[in-house]
């Protein structure tokens, strides 16, 4: 499962090195949460393309059920709260300055347990993956993202 979370940063608020800084101390506090098995953050690459999303963050973690528990988890909540929001302004601008995909990933999650015949199962992971070429092509908005801070 990776939880994406692309966000347009007020760069004249937050210069680079501000969000550079808050983007870091988020990824390691989120890798401290149970069931995340990494954390990438940084500034986009593309411009053109973005539609002023310039930011992003990519949690990946074991499972749906993971993500549950860490929408719900305070030091979820204190990164969100402390360090990301100020970056666009606070809550009230979310809906436009912050876009968040959640992506069942095959190859973590596995094909759909609860079916019983094995066509099902096939036709479950194609599906998820067609899913996920779907939302690869359209996070091109901001999901190209610097490994880390170079």
């Known amino acids: 499962m990776d939880h994406v979370v692309c966000v347009k940063v007020n760069e004249v608020d937050f210069p680079r090195e501000e969000a550079a800084r808050r983007f870091a101390q988020s990824s390691l506090l989120l890798c401290k949460i149970p069931g995340v098995i990494s954390v990438e953050a940084g500034r986009s690459t593309t411009s053109n393309r973005s539609h002023g999303f310039n930011y992003g963050i990519v949690v990946r973690m074991k499972s749906q059920k993971t993500l549950k528990l860490y929408n719900k988890h305070p030091l979820q909540q204190q990164v969100a709260k402390d360090l990301l929001l100020p970056l666009i302004g606070g809550k009230t601008n979310a ?46 908005l901001g999901m190209l993202l610097y490994r880390r801070n170079k």
């Open 95 to 140: 809906a436009t300055s912050m876009l968040v995909l959640d992506i069942v990933s095959p190859r973590l999650d596995g094909p759909d347990k609860t079916s019983s015949s094995s066509s099902s199962s096939s036709s479950s992971l194609v599906t998820n993956l067609l899913g996920l070429t779907t939302v690869s092509l359209a996070c091109a």
